[in-house]
Each structure stands twice: as structure tokens, then as C-alpha cells.
């Protein structure tokens, strides 16, 4: 595996939090653009008729620019990363936090979705590729008045503790400015 300047490099797992619109998702797309040429863009979210997410989608697309190869998958995470039938040097999967409300809505029990969380972790730790992953940090707001509202929110903080034990770096982003926790 050889970074943009074309030096081998051993694959890299990182975890980018933040929280809505914090820039995570732009700096994550910037450090990937800046360090690998073959690159696959993992999207979790599903467009349904929504005209402000398809708004959203399009800007994300247009900012990132060509160079990218796009899979759109809301649940199969693992499936996607294993199958890596391109033979990529690096996924950003675009966002862990709407993987996890894909399977909430899809009524997954809290057991189904931690065993997809520990099969996603064990995939990326053997990965021959490198893994970006994005992810929502709320963890730092209110806690929520509603029993859905207090699972979704110890599921991602469950979920990227997961994540986080896995992957070599680990940064936060805060109003686009990146503070590295770790690696």
C-alpha cells in the first residue's frame, strides 16, 4: 500500500468525532484526498424524498471531487469492507452515527446492533486497507427525554468506544479544528 507520494505505508484505522456540523466529515475527506490516491467514499445515509438531504448529498459529492468511488450501503459496513473488489487503499465510511439510526429504525435489537458494532470493529482491526470513520459525538449534549432519544445516545457512545479501541488515531473535530486524542 503506497500514500499519494507514492511511499509504502502500513494501513491506517482512524476515528474522526464531532458533533453536527463540527467540520469532521470535511477534514476527514481532506486527510484522506491528502494522503491516498484510491479511494471509496462509503455512504450510510439513504436519501428518501427528502429534498434538504439530497441538497446535502449533492454539496458532499460536489466537495469532494473526482478521484472517488462511491458505495452507498446504510448496513452492510462489513460486507462492503471485506469484499474491497476494487482492491482500495483506503474507505472513509460516512457516518457510523446514521449506520447505527439505519439499524434502529429497521427495529435491530440493542444485541443485534452491538454484535454488527464488534463485527465492524474486528473487521477493520484486520483490514489489509486503511479506514477512516466518521462518526457523531453526543455524548456532550443534554441527556435526552425520550427512552428512544437515551438508546440512540448510549448506543453511538457504546458504538464509538468500539471504534475507538481499534483504530491507531483518533481525533475530534470542534467548529474544523481537529484535536488528536490518540495516535
Excluded at 450510510?44 to 454539496?59: P, S, Y
Aim: aromatic share 6%; proline share 3%; hydrophobic share 45%.
Amino acid at each position: 500500500m503506497t500514500n499519494i507520494d507514492g511511499i509504502k505505508q502500513l494501513p491506517v484505522k482512524k476515528l474522526v468525532l464531532g458533533g453536527c456540523r463540527s467540520g469532521k466529515s470535511r477534514y476527514a475527506e481532506h486527510w484522506v484526498s491528502e494522503n491516498f490516491s484510491d479511494r471509496v467514499f462509503v455512504a450510510t445515509l439513504e436519501a428518501k424524498n427528502d429534498v434538504e438531504m439530497d441538497q446535502r448529498i449533492a454539496m458532499h459529492l460536489q466537495s469532494r471531487g473526482s478521484g472517488w468511488m462511491t458505495v452507498e450501503e446504510p448496513l452492510d459496513l462489513v460486507g462492503v469492507l471485506e469484499k474491497n473488489a476494487t482492491g482500495a487503499e483506503v474507505f472513509l465510511v460516512d457516518c457510523l452515527t446514521m449506520w447505527l439510526t439505519n439499524m434502529m429504525m429497521r427495529d435491530f435489537s440493542d444485541e443485534k446492533i452491538q454484535d454488527q458494532v464488534v463485527r465492524l470493529a474486528e473487521t477493520v482491526r484486520g483490514l489489509g486497507a486503511s479506514v477512516v470513520l466518521v462518526a457523531n459525538e453526543v455524548g456532550f449534549g443534554i441527556v435526552p427525554e425520550s427512552p428512544l432519544g437515551r438508546r440512540f445516545r448510549d448506543l453511538a457512545g457504546w458504538t464509538n468506544q468500539q471504534m475507538a479501541l481499534v483504530c491507531q488515531q483518533v481525533v475530534l473535530v470542534v467548529a474544523g479544528l481537529p484535536l488528536r486524542f490518540k495516535g
